[in-house]
Every structure is written in structure tokens, then in C-alpha cells.
T-cell receptor, first 117, second 114 residues
């Protein structure tokens, strides 16, 4: 049974047209992550939520935003996609028992491949 | 700085053992992971090892950790065609969520020849 679900699997958008990618989880994990992975490269962490606390990576462009309306869902919004934003976007979750506790291994969804026309 | 390095490709004969190597730079890493990624898919956690362990075995998978050399390896015994994938090594830096990160390597593409 899929535990981290990303929709859609493939997304095509136009240059400059806002796009939203979604992620849902059935694991009740309190931490959710968004990664960008370009071909033959390591996944690059964009940001993560610890519960409702948003943590942005220093080098994440302002063009990328995220929302987490509840424990189960997290969205990645790209306000004005450029050609360089074409990539696989991976959502992951993990559980931290308490703030300051150890993070358990991350569970990944199958990703959304974003193409820009 | 933080970096995880792996060779890009490995080719092995079906039935042989595969050994995928990884080096990392942060000696204070607490967990080290191996993920498997099939084409067009997300990352599947295969196994992980705590930094105070030298070895972990799980069925066909054996992980060896050399902390002194900051070297991690994944051995797959009796490699099958279904093992064809990209294998990513990752390290978790210490600290709580905001301060801690998981740093991935670019992955080693394992191909199986008959």
C-alpha cells in the first residue's frame, strides 16, 4: 500500500505559469520534505515542515513555496516556473518523536516529473 | 563541507556479488543509508546503519562501515536482474530536524549482464 503519494506523476506546465504539486501521506509522520532531483544528480532538499514549522533551505529560490494545511498533505508551489525548474520533485516523510529527538529514516513517494514548455 | 561521493556506474554478471562504494565527509554523521531508485520512481529505503556499527546484514544485503576512512559499502549477494537500479548513499548529519540534514550522493547505476 502506498504510504507517501504524489500527484500527478507527470506534470507539464508552460514557462511562467504557476504550478502546484501535491503530496499526501498515511504514515502520520510529523515531518514532510520536498526535494528537487535533476537527471543523474543527488536529490536536493528545498524545504521541510516539522509539524507546522516551515524550514527553508538557504539556497532555495524564492520561486518555490510550500503549504502544509494538515498532517497528511503538503504542497509545493512554483510561482513562475523557468526551464531550469524541470526536474523530478520528491516528497518524503519521517517521524521525530519529540523536538530534538532522532529523525527516523525518510519514506519517499514516487515523485512528480515536471516538464516546462 | 558535506559531501557524499559514489562512482557513477557498476556492471556485474547475474549471480555474482555487487559491491557499491561510497565515501562521505562528515565524521559526525549519525546514520548512513542506502536507497534504491528505479527509473522514473522515488527512493526506496533499502537499509541503514548506525554510526556506532561496523556491519549490518539483511538477507542478500550487507552494509560495511569504516568510520576511520569514512567509507560505506553495500554488497548485494547473488545479484539478479531485478536489482538493476540506481543506488544512492546518504548520510544524516547530527542534530535536530532544522539543523540536521540528509545528504545524498548522486547514485551508482547498477547494470546486470547475463
Amino acid at each position: 500500500d502506498a504510504m507517501v503519494i504524489q500527484n500527478p506523476r507527470y506534470q507539464v506546465t508552460q514557462f511562467g505559469k504557476p504550478v502546484t504539486l501535491s503530496c499526501s501521506q498515511t504514515l502520520n509522520h510529523n515531518v514532510m520534505y520536498w526535494y528537487q532531483q535533476k537527471s543523474s544528480q543527488a536529490p536536493k532538499l528545498l524545504f521541510h515542515y516539522y509539524d507546522k514549522d516551515f524550514n527553508n533551505e538557504a539556497d532555495t529560490p524564492d520561486n518555490f513555496q510550500s503549504r502544509r494545511p494538515n498532517t497528511s498533505f503538503c504542497f509545493l508551489d512554483i510561482r513562475s516556473p523557468g526551464l531550469g525548474d524541470a526536474a523530478m520533485y520528491l516528497c518524503a516523510t519521517s517521524r521525530v518523536a519529540w523536538k530534538g529527538g532522532q529523525i527516523q529514516p525518510q519514506h519517499f513517494g514516487d515523485g512528480t516529473r515536471l516538464s516546462i514548455l | 563541507g558535506e559531501d557524499v561521493e559514489q562512482s557513477l556506474f557498476l556492471s556485474v554478471r547475474e549471480g555474482d556479488s555487487s559491491v557499491i562504494n561510497c565515501t562521505y565527509t562528515d565524521s559526525s554523521s549519525t546514520y548512513l543509508y542506502w536507497y534504491k531508485q528505479e527509473p522514473g520512481a522515488g527512493l526506496q529505503l533499502l537499509t541503514y546503519i548506525f554510526s556506532n556499527m561496523d556491519m549490518k546484514q539483511d538477507q542478500r544485503l550487507t552494509v560495511l562501515l569504516n568510520k576511520k576512512d569514512k567509507h560505506l559499502s553495500l554488497r548485494i549477494a547473488d545479484t539478479q536482474t531485478g536489482d538493476s537500479a540506481i543506488y544512492l548513499c546518504a548520510e544524516k548529519t547530527p542534530g535536530y530536524s532544522s539543523a540536521s540534514k540528509i545528504i545524498f550522493g548522486s547514485g551508482t547505476r547498477l547494470s546486470i549482464r547475463p
